[in-house]
């Protein structure tokens, strides 16, 4: 465990002075919802809309994180370090995970806030807790993929073309999940049924892919 | 085999009772789709024998596993949208689970392409294109799952439905479509495989004489020699 930690404290200081991916995403999460405000033509949301545009906006914004994942390793050798280093190499997939999970949780502290601000009339304190419990399964998901998929792509000719490609498919059944569990907190009046059903399908996503994930990783740091 | 499945279909099987003669593209249809989609999975453990063993001919069969797979899923699409519109009176219909799981499988393993293009070194490539293989092989049966929970169940679901609700002869006509495909789908692959190692090999033959022939050559084996991959 102590590599992970090394590993993930290392990503996150690196993020803290650069200030590379987060703020970033932060600010093309805003964007987008200022362009589906104008596209969609609506002042407020409410239900099924607002869960889709929440989602399909963090995904977005999430694949500008992941894209950069790994290009400090990619261009300064990192990747040569870790193969060298006397440790588990799952431990740089479970770090870059973790980072990408700190991300997106950093993503969410400002986009949820701008989104209620933006589109919703009121009762989002209710929601909150449920929807910071979608939002953790949520991003455990889009964490654990897409680390998996940027060790990927990060190794191919067309690494920033082709991450979207493979990820936007593989992670439907987050977008499907987050968003019918969303719908009914951000519904009015408020429900809470249908939740639970959601959060075992997302929960159940993490744990498979997080044990594919863990179990092939290997195989892609060979050399 | 399939020809047999063909005159079942044309003169056997009873036409559907609302939808006539048009409900015969079933037993092309379906069996396309169960075919395509048992070759993605079967893809994955092809992969996880590659990454096991570190034998690139596991590799390709995966790979050409899925080629076929693909090339049936254009199929089962086509296929789909013609009975589509002919029952439904769209050609897409987005509230049909097992039509939108099919879809983005389709559009999953199109990457693998992309993916496999784009690397150059041979071993890397083979080891990344398994690992690929094995998460979209898994994937595909998640992705049943979670799209089927998110829309309403209206599309037939022949297998678990067999039993009950259709007539002797389509079921017979049914099954014999079915194994007519997965000989198809595996005399494709027989094929393919066939074609690409040979493809591999004249290019090997053809390096070498080129060698032969070059000023710098120094003393090229034998072709004779060339020693044959074992299939």
Same mark, same amino acid.
Do not use: C
């Given at each position: ?8 404290? !290392?990503?996150?200081? *690196? ?18 919802? *200022? ?20 989602? *399909? ?38 770090? !870059? ?85 969303? !719908? ?40 | ?35 395509? +989609? ?114 309403? +169940? ?38 393919? +495989? ?7 090999? +004249? ?29």
């Amino acid at each position: 465990m102590r590599p992970v930690g090394a590993i993930l404290r !290392k990503d996150l200081l *690196v993020e803290l002075r650069t200030k590379e991916s987060v703020p970033s995403m932060a600010i093309f999460a805003v964007t987008t919802f *200022v362009i589906f405000h104008f596209g969609l033509d609506r002042d407020r949301l409410e239900g099924e809309l607002a869960a889709g545009v929440l989602w *399909v906006t963090i995904l977005f914004a999430a694949i500008l994180g992941i894209n950069r994942i790994f290009v400090a390793e990619r261009e300064q050798g990192g990747f040569d370090g870790i193969l060298m280093a006397p440790i588990e190499r799952t431990s740089l997939l479970i770090a !870059k995970a973790g980072a990408l999970f700190t991300y997106l949780l950093a993503l969410e502290l400002v986009a949820l806030p701008v989104f209620a601000l933006f589109f919703l009339s009121d009762g989002f304190w209710e929601a909150l807790p449920r929807l910071l419990v979608v939002a953790v399964l949520a991003d455990l998901g889009l964490a654990t993929v897409g680390a998996l998929l940027a060790s990927i792509a990060v190794h191919t000719r067309a690494r920033d073309l082709l991450l979207p490609l493979l990820l936007l498919p593989l992670t439907l059944p987050v977008m499907i999940g987050a968003a019918a569990a969303t !719908k009914p907190l951000l519904s009015i009046p408020l429900e809470t049924s249908g939740v639970g059903k959601w959060l075992a399908v997302l929960a159940l996503y993490d744990l498979i892919f997080g044990l594919l994930a863990y179990a092939v990783f290997d195989f892609l740091m060979e050399d | 085999m399939l020809a047999t499945a063909i005159a079942l279909v044309f003169f056997y099987a009873p036409n559907d009772a609302d939808q006539g003669f048009v409900q015969k593209i079933f037993y092309v249809h379906v069996p396309l789709a169960i075919v395509a +989609l048992i070759g993605f999975v079967v893809a994955g453990l092809l992969g996880v024998m590659h990454l096991r063993t570190r034998d690139d001919r596991w590799d390709y069969r995966s790979y050409v596993a899925i080629h076929m797979g693909v090339i049936f899923g254009v199929g089962v699409l086509i296929t789909g949208a013609i009975w589509a519109k002919a029952a439904w009176g769209k050609w897409w219909v987005w509230d049909e689970p097992t039509l939108v799981s099919f879809l983005i499988v389709f559009l999953l393993y199109v990457t693998y392409y992309p993916l496999r293009y784009s690397i150059e070194d041979p071993q890397r490539r083979a080891r990344y294109a398994s690992v690929f293989a094995i998460t979209a092989g898994a994937f595909v049966p998640i992705n049943f799952i979670a799209v089927r929970l998110a829309e309403n +169940l209206v599309h037939p679901r022949v297998l678990n439905q067999t039993a009950g609700d259709m007539p002797g002869e389509m079921r017979l006509t049914f099954l014999v479509a079915l194994a007519g495909m997965a000989l198809l789908y595996m005399t494709l692959v027989k094929l393919e +495989l066939t074609s690409k190692h040979a493809r591999g090999q +004249l290019r090997r033959l053809r390096r070498l004489l080129e060698e032969e022939g070059s000023p710098g050559g120094a003393a090229p084996p034998p072709i004779v020699t060339v020693p044959a991959k074992p299939e």
